[in-house]
Every structure is written in structure tokens, then in C-alpha cells.
């Protein structure tokens, strides 16, 4: 079985644009400026990773840019939609036809099975149990791990949770997955599988990916790596090439 892609967004286009985006949080005595004025733009196919130092502003710029948070102040696009002028119902829908999201805690439901799992946000969202099942199962296979699928999630490795995680997010054919520190409760060589799952996903599916992650290991595989500091983008670079020292080149971004 293969994942059919749905998306509208056609190939080389902005999907993801951000202007001069800031959050603040208001905890009484004192305001937390997490973002500063965030401006940046994202291609479709692109695999951009975030990054930076804990509290840097990372997490909270892709909430922001997913529409999982509201900015407090500037623009955030997705298929050149302003996601700030959308209806709740709107930005659902855009959300269910555009998006995957990916968690370091993987978010998967201890009653259920992993293939029940993947199917319950299709369920959710109104698709037939038929066709729910269909999908589930494609985007399982996809991950490798279809003879796990009548498992729950204790039963399986962190490594296996992720890609249930993953298979879950895919089964909705998004065009852009976010991920916040997909890796973070991996191994080291677990945390390779699961890069390398993404980086073959976005080849054959065409799929943007954004990750945030604290790792530099993680985030030179990248095309691009973003990296912050105090609520700022202070570097915004293709990754052209990996050195045998591991050092990366590349080049900024205009």
C-alpha cells in the first residue's frame, strides 16, 4: 500500500512565511519576551531544523507557526493563508489537510493498539472506519512496522513508539509535519533510525518537515538549520555539505 498525497500546495512554494512574529507571556511581575520578531520563510519539500539552547524561543516559534499558539503580535502563513484571519473551524480543517505533528513524548494513547492509535485522529475528524483502517495501515507500513500493529504502546521500544507517532501524523497525507525533539528521549542510534525515516519520508512523499531540536547532530542532517537565541534567529543556513570531522558548510539564507 502507498500514502496518497492530497495537499493543493504546489512544489517550490512558500508554505510557511513568518513576519516579524513576537510572543510574550504576561506572568504578572514579570513579561517573557520568547519572541522577538521572528521573520522567515519556508519552501515546500524543505527539512528545517530549529534550534538553539533550552529557552531560546524554539518550541514556542513552532507553536506559533502551526497555529498551535498565537503569536502576540506579527503574521504567520501556511499556503499563503494568514492563519490569524481563519475561523476555529478553518483552522482545523487546514490543520487535518496540511498537518503532522510529531512529539518527544510520542502522545500515544496506553488503552489502544498502535494501529488503533494512527486511526483515531481520521476517526476523529469523520472518516469511515473502512477507509481509516486503509490509511492507517499504509502509513504503519510505511514506518516498517506493520507486524506491530496489534501491539500497545508499552509493549514496544521508544524507536517503535516514534514511528507509530510518526505513522499517526502521516495518515492524515499532510504536506508539512512539525516535530519538537523527535529524538529527544532516543538513543543515539534510535534517534538515527528516526532522522533517517523522516529524511526518506520527505524524499518520497515530498513532505516538508520542521524540526526542533537541541541537538547539533540532528540538525546538520537538515537542508537547513535555523538557529536561535533569546527569542532571535542569529543564523539561517542551507546545509550544503558534512565534513569527515563532522563539521557542516553551507551558506545563508537571503
Known amino acids: 500500500?502507498?500514502?496518497e498525497r492530497s495537499s493543493n500546495i504546489q512544489p517550490k512554494e512558500v508554505v510557511i512565511e513568518a513576519s516579524d512574529v513576537?510572543?510574550?507571556?504576561?506572568?504578572?511581575?514579570i513579561k517573557?519576551?520568547?519572541?522577538?520578531?521572528?521573520?522567515?520563510?519556508i519552501q515546500r519539500k524543505e527539512v528545517v531544523a530549529i534550534m538553539g539552547p533550552s529557552g531560546c524561543g524554539k518550541t514556542t516559534l513552532l507553536n506559533c507557526l502551526s497555529g498551535?499558539?498565537?503569536?502576540?503580535?506579527?503574521t504567520v502563513k501556511i499556503a499563503n493563508q494568514d492563519i490569524r484571519q481563519l475561523s476555529d473551524?478553518?483552522?482545523?480543517?487546514?490543520?487535518?489537510?496540511?498537518?503532522?505533528?510529531?512529539?518527544?513524548?510520542?502522545?500515544l494513547l496506553p488503552v489502544l493498539t498502535g494501529l488503533e492509535n494512527v486511526e483515531l485522529p481520521l476517526l476523529v475528524s469523520g472518516v469511515s472506519a473502512?477507509?481509516?483502517?486503509?490509511r492507517a495501515l499504509a502509513s504503519i507500513e510505511q514506518v516498517g512496522l506493520l507486524d506491530w500493529a496489534g501491539q500497545r504502546p508499552a509493549e514496544m521500544s521508544g524507536g517503535q513508539r516514534q514511528r507509530f507517532a510518526?505513522?499517526?501524523?502521516?495518515?492524515t497525507t499532510p504536506s508539512i509535519v512539525w516535530a519538537d525533539e523527535p529524538t529527544g528521549a532516543l538513543d543515539s542510534t534510535t534517534s538515527q533510525e528516526i532522522i533517517d525515516l523522516m529524511l526518506t519520508l520527505n524524499r518520497e512523499l515530498g513532505l516538508t518537515f520542521v524540526w526542533v531540536t537541541h541537538a547539533l547532530d540532528v540538525a546538520r542532517?537538515?537542508?537547513r538549520m535555523i538557529t536561535m537565541r533569546d527569542g532571535l534567529i542569529s543564523s539561517d543556513v542551507l546545509v550544503e555539505a558534512q565534513t569527515e570531522t563532522g563539521a557542516f558548510e553551507g551558506k545563508g539564507v537571503q
Open 1 to 3: 500500500m502507498e500514502l
Open 22 to 29: 513576537h510572543k510574550h507571556y504576561d506572568t504578572g511581575k
Open 32 to 41: 517573557v519576551k520568547a519572541l522577538q520578531g521572528v521573520s522567515l520563510r
Open 68 to 74: 498551535l499558539d498565537w503569536a502576540t503580535a506579527g
Open 89 to 107: 473551524r478553518q483552522l482545523t480543517l487546514l490543520r487535518a489537510r496540511e498537518m503532522g505533528f510529531v512529539f518527544q513524548t510520542y502522545n
Open 130 to 134: 473502512r477507509t481509516a483502517r486503509t
Open 166 to 171: 510518526i505513522a499517526r501524523a502521516l495518515a
Open 221 to 223: 542532517q537538515a537542508s
